[in-house]
C-alpha cells in the first residue's frame, strides 16, 4: 500500500519478520536480487513452505504478475480470504471440541448409573451373576451397550478436514 515494488514488500518482510518465515523470505530476496523472475521465486517460495495458504498467495501473484492488476486490491481479497477461512476453522474446532464432549459424556453416563445404583444396593446385579439368564441378559447388555458407543460414535463426532 506504500507504493513499493515487490521486491521492497519482501525485503522488508524478511527484517520486520522473525524465526523461519523470515529466514524464507530472506531467500525470496535473495532469488529475486540474483535475478531469477517473480514466477519462480514464489513456485520456490510454495513448496519450500508448503501451506495451501502459501500456495494460494503464491498462484495469486504469479497470475498477478502475469496478467497485471492492482495488488493492494488482490492482497486485500487474499487477507479476507485467508481471515474467512480461520474463522471457519476456529468454528470448525469448537464444533469438534463440543461434539467430543457429547461423545464422552453419553458414553460415561450408563457406567455412572449403573455405579450409582449398585452403591445405593450392592445386591441388584446378583440376578445377571447367579444364574445363567441372567448372564445372557448381561451379555446382551454388553453387546448392546458397545453397539451403543459404535453409533453415538458414529453420530456425534464430526470429523476434521
Known amino acids: 500500500k506504500s507504493g513499493r515494488s515487490i521486491m521492497q514488500a519482501i525485503d522488508i518482510t524478511s527484517k520486520e519478520l522473525d524465526g523461519a518465515i523470515a529466514l524464507e523470505f530472506k531467500k525470496m530476496y535473495i532469488d529475486l536480487t540474483y535475478g531469477l523472475s517473480l514466477d519462480v521465486v514464489f513456485d520456490r517460495f510454495s513448496k519450500r513452505v508448503n501451506l495451501e495458504e502459501v500456495k494460494y498467495m503464491a498462484a495469486s501473484l504469479i497470475i498477478l504478475n502475469k496478467t497485471g492488476g492492482n495488488v493492494v486490491k488482490i492482497f486485500d481479497m487474499i487477507e479476507k480470504g485467508f481471515f474467512d477461512r480461520k474463522k471457519l476453522k476456529d468454528e470448525l474446532n469448537a464444533s469438534i471440541a463440543l461434539s467430543k464432549l457429547v461423545y464422552k459424556v453419553l458414553i460415561v453416563l450408563p457406567i455412572i448409573v449403573v455405579l450409582f445404583i449398585?452403591?445405593?444396593?450392592?445386591?441388584?446385579?446378583?440376578?445377571?451373576?447367579?444364574?445363567?439368564?441372567?448372564?445372557?441378559?448381561?451379555?446382551?447388555?454388553?453387546?448392546?451397550?458397545?453397539?451403543?458407543?459404535?453409533?453415538?460414535?458414529?453420530?456425534?463426532?464430526?470429523?476434521?478436514w
Open 118 to 160: 449398585y452403591i445405593l444396593d450392592p445386591n441388584y446385579y446378583d440376578v445377571f451373576i447367579n444364574n445363567i439368564i441372567g448372564r445372557i441378559v448381561l451379555g446382551i447388555i454388553i453387546i448392546l451397550y458397545i453397539l451403543y458407543i459404535y453409533f453415538v460414535k458414529k453420530i456425534t463426532i464430526i470429523k476434521e
